[in-house]
Nanobody, 124 residues
Framework: QVQLVESGGGLVQAGDSLRLSCAAS????????MGWFRQAPGKEREFVAGITLSGGSTYYADSVKGRSTISRDNAKSTVYLQMNSLKPEDTAVYYC?????????????????WGQGTQVTVSS
């Protein structure tokens, strides 16, 4: 089993920055990719960013590209999402997810484990 715990969410103003963290524990060895998704009230869950755990290849949704950076610290089994120039439309619950094997990184159905989520609220 794998446990994922997100942290770093909060209430910020438009233009501010936040860094989300996702700490993984359990049987993570050999996992392929970790990703961030978000879900706003009344909307479907959407992909935000992903990173492979070996080569460090990164993937971003167009909505956050240029404003966000995903990174990993394999020694700490932690993945980070640095978000800058936050907008009110970034308000959502942000979820961390882990994917065991290769495949499309943007599809939530391909992920095997999920965290409980952390709330990000951006006020205008």
């Amino acid at each position: 089993q794998v446990q994922l715990v997100e942290s770093g969410g909060g209430l910020v103003q438009a233009g501010d920055s936040l860094r989300l963290s996702c700490a993984a524990s359990g049987r993570t060895f050999g996992s392929y990719l970790m990703g961030w998704f978000r879900q706003a009230p009344g909307k479907e869950r959407e992909f935000v960013a992903g990173i492979t755990l070996s080569g460090g290849s990164t993937y971003y949704a167009d909505s956050v590209k240029g404003r966000s950076t995903i990174s990993r610290d394999n020694a700490k089994s932690t993945v980070y999402l640095q978000m800058n120039s936050l907008k009110p439309e970034d308000t959502a619950v942000y979820y961390c997810a882990l994917k065991r094997g290769p495949g499309i990184p943007t599809a939530g159905r391909n992920y095997d484990y999920w965290g409980q989520g952390t709330q990000v609220t951006v006020s205008s």
